[in-house]
């Protein structure tokens, strides 16, 4: 799995097949053990190459306030409590801000619409904004993402590595994570406990 030729925040044109919105969830078979049993939301894929976030990663031991005090970044008495998860491992020291967004008007620089009301974000003033118990609601702040070169992730799917899906909102913000591969399955019409290493489609 490598880093994507693009700013994963840049415009990125349609591809024939597009994913961008879809859900990857991992199959038995993945080589990959960084990303065994994950669920990951793709947020680009055109013919450069593809990025998501893992959305059933969470990371315990790193917290928010943690983060922006680091950002020197003061939180308010108001500040929401924002989970932080494993986006990916790929510039893993940088934080994508996955949340809702209304269905109309434009996008300000830094953020990546992935659907009608579903955006990513990257810049500072997300947080400062979350820090001050403001911003987009409901929210979840990745570190890292997962990143393909051209035609990997297409490679990856034909070798059965991963299944695609709808990218439902529960499984996006829902912070229960040990069900959550199951239940991906499972809304694909899948039982999981009928899976076998070689099973899969792409």
């Known amino acids: ?7 994963p925040t840049a415009s990125v044109p349609q591809a024939a097949a597009n994913l961008t919105g879809k ?6 078979g993945m ?13 680009a894929h055109s013919d450069e190459g593809a990025m998501g976030l893992v959305l059933n990663r969470p990371l315990p031991d790193v917290g928010f306030d943690e983060l922006l005090d680091q950002l020197g ?9 924002i989970e932080v998860r494993f986006g990916g491992p790929v510039e893993p020291g940088r934080g994508f801000v996955l949340h809702k967004v209304s269905e109309h008007g434009s996008d300000p620089e830094g953020r ?3 659907g009608q009301a579903l955006a990513m974000t990257t810049t500072r003033d997300i947080l400062v904004d979350l820090a001050q ?12 993402y997962a ?18 899906g709808e990218g439902a909102e529960d499984l996006i913000f829902d912070p229960v994570h040990e069900d959550k ?3 991906a399955l499972r809304a694909q019409g899948i039982d999981p406990s009928l899976l076998s290493a070689a099973a899969g489609r792409a």
Not at 1 to 7: G, K, L, Y
Not at 31 to 43: K, Q
Request: charged letters at 20%; aromatic letters at 6%; glycine letters at 12%.
């Open 1 to 7: 799995m490598s880093r994507i030729p693009t700013d």
């Open 23 to 28: 859900i990857l969830i991992a199959m038995p």
């Open 31 to 43: 080589a990959d053990p960084r990303f065994e049993r994950s669920v990951v939301l793709v947020c």
């Open 73 to 81: 970044i003061e939180a308010e008495g108001a500040a929401r409590p």
């Open 112 to 114: 990546l619409r992935i």
């Open 133 to 144: 118990g403001n911003g987009p609601e409901p929210a979840v702040l990745a570190l890292g």
């Open 147 to 164: 990143g393909w070169g051209p035609g990997q992730l297409e490679t990856e799917m034909l070798a059965n590595g991963w299944l695609t």
């Open 181 to 183: 591969w199951q239940r």
